[in-house]
């Protein structure tokens, strides 16, 4: 240090400045070499300076560079919805910095360092920011945020970039009227005019003279928009009389005098097109990342995975009598409380549908995780309720319910409607009597509930009434026969059918 003072004392550096350490000497395991000319000395000076580095004044300070995580296993982009810190405030480890929208849910991105946020490179209310693009930069504690190292990487490639630049139109030459005439066709007729091909189509359909129509394209053509005004009775785009050129005088020839003309006959109005109908109005609703995650998904399933339905009718009766009685006990259960233990108990019987396919092999699994279908302003999702077989009624519904609401409200984590391996999606209560569903990659299984209705059934005494509903099970042929799907909604029937034998409680 003693030598590089020595050696900059001819710089043009105060002692203020020298004092405050405007020069840093670090070393970072590389070499960086600096002329001296370039560190404010005289140019005449040739020294090198080894291991020399600017301090962040000159520099700038080198930033923490924050990107766009990926917060699900199919998020390819997401929209960064809002910051909640502004540039220059303090971040601490695991402070919110941003939500973000992923193709599922609303989540928060938390920091991983101590801090200050120094710049946001993408604002908020910003869509298809792709994973790993650069969104903001940090700078550590005690750094000036306002001295932060700019990186040439930016945040979402500008459209300018992507968009190819349309080179600039030669300008026109006196040879372009000859050559784009040479492409019209030329009318037979009175004065040979000529003709473009829809001009000269819309003549020839309508039986047209095309002397008698006032031109008004260059160099005196006959545009389209001049035949529609003349068969729509513009007086502008019709020719006077008077205005005509004469026709020359006809060679004289040895002939007898012409016979009187006739009467001229009326004249017949040309046609008037109909007036062209308005354009439907229309909307156009952006994709949301959800809705294009959902589309691909499910176009995914529908053309890679065999899917197979079976159907099977439930009598209700036992269920809505024990719902009754629960209810007047003060505990409030619903029928798709009843459908989803008994799923999960049907499961544990017939174990081979709670599996998936994964090119390799079929895997078994042994936890029962029910997704449950849940009905959203940007879409559907299944949210998860974990291990069902060992959860009672009473808490099946209140994870339902309390799933069900931050599912609506995007405030879903990721590992609640992560996984699953069976799910339940039930339209009765929406009037559907019956429907088949697509099946949610990797599971094999989904089984569709529809609503219920009353039948009578004859008996011994007369007839009786039972209500119904009918289920369909949509199961990947490859994971999931037909054999086995029999087999599984009998057991599910049966655990409906005998609430209390089946142990739902």
């Not at 609303?106 to 710049?119: P, Q």
């Given at each position: 240090l003693t030598s590089l003072s020595q050696s900059m004392a001819g710089c043009n550096l105060s002692p203020v400045q020298m004092s405050t350490g405007v020069f840093l000497w670090r070393t970072l395991g590389?070499?960086?070499?600096?002329?001296?000319?370039?560190?404010?000395?005289?140019?005449?000076?040739?020294?090198?300076?080894?291991n020399f580095w600017w301090t962040p004044r000159l520099f700038g300070v080198a930033p923490i560079k924050l990107h766009m995580p990926a917060l699900s296993p199919t998020m390819e982009d997401g929209t960064i919805l809002s910051w909640l810190k502004k540039e220059g405030d303090p971040v601490a480890a695991g402070d919110a910095l941003c939500e973000i929208e992923t193709d599922k849910a609303?989540?928060?991105?938390?920091?991983?360092?101590?801090?200050?946020?120094?710049?946001i490179i993408v604002p908020g209310d910003t869509k298809n920011v792709p994973i790993n693009a650069l969104i903001a930069l940090m700078v550590p504690?005690?750094?000036?945020?306002?001295?932060?190292?700019?990186?040439?990487?930016?945040g979402i490639p500008s459209a300018a970039a992507d968009t190819p630049t349309e080179a600039p139109r030669p300008a026109p030459t006196e040879e372009a009227p000859s050559e784009w005439m040479s492409m019209r066709h030329v009318a037979g007729g009175k004065g040979q005019v000529d003709l473009s091909p829809a001009v000269r189509y819309l003549v020839e359909s309508n039986r047209l003279d095309p002397a008698l129509i006032v031109p008004s394209g260059p160099h005196g053509r006959i545009l389209k928009g001049d035949v529609l005004r003349f068969l729509a009775g513009d007086p502008s785009a019709k020719r006077q009389e008077a205005a005509l050129p004469a026709p020359s005088p006809p060679t004289p020839v040895a002939?007898?005098?012409?016979?009187?003309?006739?009467?001229?006959?009326?004249?017949?109005?040309?046609?008037?097109?109909?007036?062209?109908?308005?354009?439907?109005?229309?909307?156009?609703?952006?994709?949301?990342?959800?809705?294009?995650?959902?589309?691909?998904?499910?176009?995914?399933?529908?053309?890679?995975?065999?899917?197979?339905?079976?159907?099977?009718?439930?009598?209700?009766?036992?269920?809505?009598?024990?719902?009754?009685q629960l209810q007047g006990s003060?505990?409030?259960?619903?029928?798709?409380?009843?459908?989803?233990?008994?799923?999960?108990?049907?499961?544990?019987?017939?174990?081979?549908?709670?599996?998936?396919?994964?090119?390799?092999?079929?895997?078994?699994?042994s936890n029962?995780?029910?997704?449950?279908?849940?009905?959203?302003?940007?879409?559907?999702?299944?949210?998860?309720?974990?291990?069902?077989?060992?959860?009672?009624?009473?808490?099946?519904?209140?994870?339902?319910?309390?799933?069900?609401?931050?599912?609506?409200?995007?405030?879903?984590?990721?590992?609640?409607?992560?996984?699953?391996?069976?799910?339940?999606?039930?339209?009765?209560?929406?009037?559907?009597?019956?429907?088949?569903?697509?099946?949610?990659?990797?599971?094999?299984c989904i089984l569709?509930?529809?609503?219920?209705r009353v039948q009578v059934e004859p008996t011994e005494e007369g007839h009786r009434t039972k209500?119904?509903?009918?289920?369909?099970?949509?199961?990947?042929s490859r994971v999931v026969d037909d054999a086995l799907a029999s087999k599984f909604l009998e057991g599910f029937k049966e655990n409906l059918e005998n609430p209390f034998k089946a142990a739902l409680l």
């Open positions: 590389r070499t960086k070499l600096l002329p001296s000319h370039t560190l404010g000395c005289p140019a005449a000076r040739t020294e090198w300076y080894r609303t989540l928060t991105m938390d920091a991983d360092d101590d801090g200050v946020l120094a710049k504690e005690g750094e000036d945020y306002t001295q932060v190292e700019m990186p040439t990487e930016t002939a007898p005098p012409p016979p009187p003309p006739p009467p001229p006959a009326p004249v017949a109005q040309p046609p008037v097109p109909p007036a062209p109908a308005e354009e439907d109005e229309f909307v156009d609703i952006p994709h949301t990342s959800m809705r294009r995650t959902i589309a691909k998904r499910l176009t995914q399933s529908k053309t890679t995975v065999p899917h197979a339905y079976s159907s099977i009718d439930c009598e209700m009766n036992s269920v809505l009598r024990l719902r009754k003060g505990v409030k259960v619903s029928v798709n409380d009843f459908i989803i233990k008994a799923v999960a108990q049907a499961l544990k019987s017939v174990p081979e549908v709670n599996a998936q396919w994964t090119g390799e092999a079929v895997q078994m699994l029962v995780d029910i997704s449950v279908a849940v009905a959203t302003d940007k879409g559907l999702i299944t949210p998860i309720v974990t291990d069902v077989p060992s959860r009672g009624l009473q808490n099946i519904s209140e994870t339902v319910k309390e799933l069900a609401g931050r599912a609506r409200i995007g405030k879903l984590m990721p590992q609640e409607y992560q996984g699953g391996t069976f799910s339940v999606s039930n339209l009765g209560m929406f009037g559907v009597g019956q429907f088949s569903a697509i099946i949610n990659p990797p599971q094999a569709a509930i529809g609503g219920s209500t119904v509903m009918t289920v369909t099970l949509c199961s990947d």
